[in-house]
């Protein structure tokens, strides 16, 4: 079953050969972790929201910038995020940035 992007009113689902990646939260990283959740403003997982309930959730490459990602890593561009990347893009109306 597909997994879908966390952020409110996005309707990106994970799908095999997609241009758009996924991206776990930091869980491990429990500051990165608060500034990406205050970022995406989900009322359904705030800053303070435990490890095992975010744990596997995912945002979609959609609501970063292209300077987030590493595309040195794999050759492929939005293959891997740096280590200071935040979500950016998370107000979404009728499904496009906004």
Known sequence: MPS???VPGCTEKSRLGQSVSFHGLPVKDA?????WLRAINNPRVGEDTGKEIIKGKTICSLHF???DFDGRLFGKIRSALKP?????YC???YGRRG
């Open 65 to 67: 910038k292209l300077e």
């Open 91 to 93: 107000r979404f109306r």
């Open 31 to 35: 500051q990165r972790c608060k500034l």
């Open 4 to 6: 879908g992007c966390l």
């Open 84 to 88: 200071t990347a935040v979500p950016s």
